[in-house]
């Protein structure tokens, strides 16, 4: 895994579910979306603190940006659970 895949994985994961919250917004306003805002925010949150810490490596390498990839999916996993929590009420 190189450095330029991880980074790419970041945004485009991370802009997927952004897309996804933004068009569930823009087809049911109804809803409630302070909550789908708070949900984008954290999104956005762990976009620059995954950004960070792939900018400034520590330790063995490899076995850091492993880390990082189980990061991204595992707070991806805690959005999507967030979001769908929110879209149910």
Known sequence: MNLRVIK??????????????????????SQD?????????EAVDLYNDLKDKVNHPEGNKKAFYKGIQKDLFAGIDALCEKLSAAISK
Do not use: Q, R, W
């Open 8 to 29: 790419k994985d970041i945004e485009y994961f991370i802009g997927e579910f952004i897309d996804d919250c933004s068009l569930f917004v823009a087809l049911n306003p």
């Open 33 to 41: 979306t302070d909550a789908i805002a708070k949900i984008i925010d």
